[in-house]
């Protein structure tokens, strides 16, 4: 990762970025040289989080984990592992703190392990099976799959069917309508506009010289 305000990082295996756009940044997710040379696995999962009118334009911002700085949290039943990015589980806090009360994990589940995530009632439920397969309330969810979860209960159960891997977070819903265009996501379509005529005022400023977006 490199970007307009300076913040460079590599991530590796099992770590994670997290950026906040903001009031503008330019940005550029590339493979390091070496990588590029030599070559190898490469695994990313994106996701785009909206932030409410109130923070919209609010300082961009940048973190990089790599694994080691992602608390690992074993789930009671010893089954399976919790990597905690951000909110709290089991009275420990993630690695991260966003501005809105989020939580973000990774789950890496053996066959046979159970979890459950308490606390998500009234809010936006995140579950995507990343490799393997499990039941949510009994039903199966194989890989590569996103699941929508409806608002009965306070609670999340999740039993492993074989080996799996899942990217699990929850949220206060923002209730604010999205108007998007291109990279740019707002909440009108005057402010898409006004985005815009920033970007080419040159006010996200530049990646820095030999560097390519």
Do not use: C
């Amino acid at each position: 990762h490199r970007d307009s305000a300076g913040h460079e990082s590599i991530i590796k295996e099992g770590g994670i970025q997290w950026m906040t756009a903001g009031s503008g940044l330019v940005h550029a997710e590339i493979s390091p040289e070496e990588f590029m040379r030599k070559g190898g696995p490469l695994e990313i999962l994106q996701l785009w989080v909206n932030l409410p009118p109130r923070l919209k334009m609010t300082q961009p911002r940048y973190i990089g984990l790599q694994r080691d700085e992602i608390p690992a949290i074993p789930t009671p039943d010893g089954k399976a592992v919790v990597n905690l990015v951000s909110g709290e589980y089991l009275g420990r806090k993630g690695g991260m703190q966003p501005l809105l009360d989020i939580f973000m994990s990774t789950v890496e589940l053996q066959p046979g392990a159970h979890v459950e995530f308490s606390g998500v009632a009234g809010r936006n439920v995140f579950l995507y099976v990343v490799r393997g397969a499990v039941k949510v309330a009994g039903e199966s969810a194989p890989h590569w799959h996103l699941l929508e979860l409806n608002e009965d209960g306070d609670s999340v159960e999740i039993d492993a069917e074989t080996d799996a891997v899942l990217l699990f977070g929850h949220a206060e819903p923002i209730g604010a309508p999205v108007v998007s265009y291109g990279p740019f996501v707002m909440n009108t379509r005057d402010e898409i506009m006004q985005a815009i005529n920033d970007y080419q005022a040159g006010k996200f400023n530049a990646i820095p010289a030999g560097r390519s977006a």
